[in-house]
């Protein structure tokens, strides 16, 4: 049972356009949300989070949506930079729960 | 201050044998996370410990997987008598709080052969 869902494998963004990655999860009890980024052969780094609270949360180049009624949240990074270039992860919690419910990723490469 | 060290990086384990991964968290961190990633697939939760505990093991296999936090040393996951499913990249994470802020090791890549 796939709780949370990333369902584009991969995408393919020009630098300095818009890269959108989509992310649609079934559990209504998550309230927190997570993008993680990862490049090959290290770990998963933090990048922002919104609480179930809010529809938005900025920081820098990158943006966080959340629509609950849909349960569907996205992250842009604008402008893309070729350091973008790593596989993103959305994951989720419920209230009280230490543990994260990732994504299966999504590989987002820059051109340049 | 070091981040989240794990070793090995990589581990190759014949079918039966055992696998001993270890985490040392962050400095200060009393919190330790480990998620295990199959191939083409996000991670998933294993268990979470706090210094000579186990807090939740909701996502540990019941059989031949274990996990301790000693109040010396660093976190050990040991998995017994490995097959080739057992083959995929476990990852920890610790924090200092019991919040969502883990800051993630760089992996031990396990291979069964």
Redesign the interface.
Known sequence: DQQ?K?NSPSLSVQEGRISILNCDYTNSMFD?F?WYKKYP??????LI?ISSIKDKNEDGRFTVFLNKSAKHLSLHIVPSQPGDSAVY?C?A?EEG?????????TRLTINP | NAG?MQNPRHLVRRRGQEARLRCSPMKGHS?V?W?RQLP??????MV?LQKENI??E??MPKERFSAEFPKEGPSILRIQQVVRGDSAAY?C?SSSL?N????????TRLTVV
Do not use: C, M, N, R
Request: proline share 2%.
């Open positions: 949370v990333q927190y997570l052969a290290e770990g998963p780094t933090f989070s992860f994951a919690s729960a230490q543990k994260l419910v990732f994504g299966q990723g | 989240v919190h996370y998620y083409e697939e996000g991670l998933k939760f979470y807090i939740d909701s996502g990852f994470a019991a969502y802020g883990y800051t993630f090791g760089s992996g």
